[in-house]
Nanobody, 125 residues
Framework: QVQLVESGGGLVQAGDSLRLSCAGSGRASMNSDMAWFRQAPGKDRTFLAAITRSGSSTRYADSVKGRFYISRDNAKNRVYLQMNNLRPEDTAVYYC??????????????????WGPGTQVTVSS
């Protein structure tokens, strides 16, 4: 069993930066590839970034490439999402997810096995 909890969300202004954290617990929590998704009001949950178990490879959605950065610290059981130059359209609930099957950093949510409850990020203009 894996438990994931996101933190670090909040209300910021356009142009600000924010770092989200995902804390994992359970024996397999860091023995997985990890990803971040977000869901804006009235929209589907969409892929943002993923990172392999070792942290050696990453993958990004085109919409956030160059602004968002994913990283992990396995010793601390944490995955991070550094978000820079935030825009109002980044307003959403942000989720971390774990892939214990090592499917190669998929971009579809159905491929992920465990999810956190999400953290709200609101960017004002």
């Amino acid at each position: 069993q894996v438990q994931l909890v996101e933190s670090g969300g909040g209300l910021v202004q356009a142009g600000d930066s924010l770092r989200l954290s995902c804390a994992g617990s359970g024996r397999a929590s860091m023995n997985s590839d990890m990803a971040w998704f977000r869901q804006a009001p009235g929209k589907d949950r969409t892929f943002l970034a993923a990172i392999t178990r070792s942290g050696s490879s990453t993958r990004y959605a085109d919409s956030v490439k160059g602004r968002f950065y994913i990283s992990r610290d396995n010793a601390k059981n944490r995955v991070y999402l550094q978000m820079n130059n935030l825009r109002p359209e980044d307003t959403a609930v942000y989720y971390c997810a774990a892939d214990l099957k090592f499917l190669g950093m998929p971009t579809t949510e159905v491929e992920y096995d465990y999810w956190g409850p999400g953290t709200q990020v609101t960017v004002s203009s």
